[in-house]
């Protein structure tokens, strides 16, 4: 803060400082936030200020370029969001956020989205009209199905039916393996069929292929892209010879291109 010129007290915990930037207090004077009324670099300093309610003020600069302003909402945006959170708890995503302010909220629209996938409005939460004080939301999301990677975000909606986007979070469902690994298929040795495990400690377009002890490949399965986690895949092989085969699966990771190969044994005992 610089310049500090002016102050306007509403009651005994509502201030208003004018100075480089207007500056606001609803505590009395303990904490003091910066306000958003205006965005031009040539003023630097209000010489002159007053509120005549909680949202509605005027000002005048007589530094440099005379300037006047008039704000509606205290000189912030509708809604000042100071938190969004989302966290994974056990099987769902816990979404908290926070608002300052609040200037003809109508309520906020809960959107959700897969990592390849598109947004969807999952719930609306209703908001609290025009308020002065710090109020706290929160939503559970149990429909996800872990392993995932998934993003959130709030769609802030006015009584007027203007909105606008909050910054989009990213939530890790589920546990995340350590390092890339295959599991021994089980049964082994099987008749007919059987099932391999492997894990993936990111993003991956995973390929699965089969062959046999000549090097002829008997199967391909196409798991197209899978998130971190883990991940089973069942094989039928009723139309093979007995004997040795060998599963591969090839996972090219999705930001490198970087491809990596995870093999194991396998034994079709008829």
Known sequence: MSNAFRIFCKDSLNFYLSANKLYSTYDGG?????????????????????????????????????????????GNTPVELSLFSAL??????????????????????????????DWKKIAFSKGSGTSTRKIFYGYDDYEPKAPAILYYRLKQIDYNGEFEYSNEVEVLLGEIPENYSIQQNYPNP??????????????????????????????????????????????????????????????????????????????LMK
Request: net charge negative; with cysteine.
């Open 30 to 74: 303990e904490m003091w936030k910066e306000n958003e009324f205006i965005n031009i670099s040539n003023i630097p300093a209000f010489s002159w200020m007053t509120m005549y309610d909680h949202f509605d003020g005027i000002g005048v600069s007589l530094t440099g370029n005379t300037t006047a302003w008039k704000t509606f909402n205290r």
């Open 88 to 117: 994974p708890f056990g099987n769902k995503v816990v979404l908290q956020w926070t608002t300052e302010t609040e200037t003809n909220n109508m309520g906020f629209e809960i959107e959700r989205k897969y990592k390849y996938g």
């Open 190 to 267: 099987f008749n007919p069929s059987t099932k391999v495990t492997f894990s993936l400690p990111e993003e991956n377009k995973v390929v699965i292929k089969v062959f046999n002890a000549m090097g002829e490949q008997v199967k391909e399965i196409d798991r197209g892209v899978l998130s971190h986690g883990y991940f089973e895949q069942d094989f039928e092989m009723s139309n093979e010879s007995s004997g040795m085969y060998f599963c591969q699966v090839l996972c090219t990771n999705t930001v490198s291109g970087r491809t990596k190969s995870l093999t194991v044994k396998m034994v």
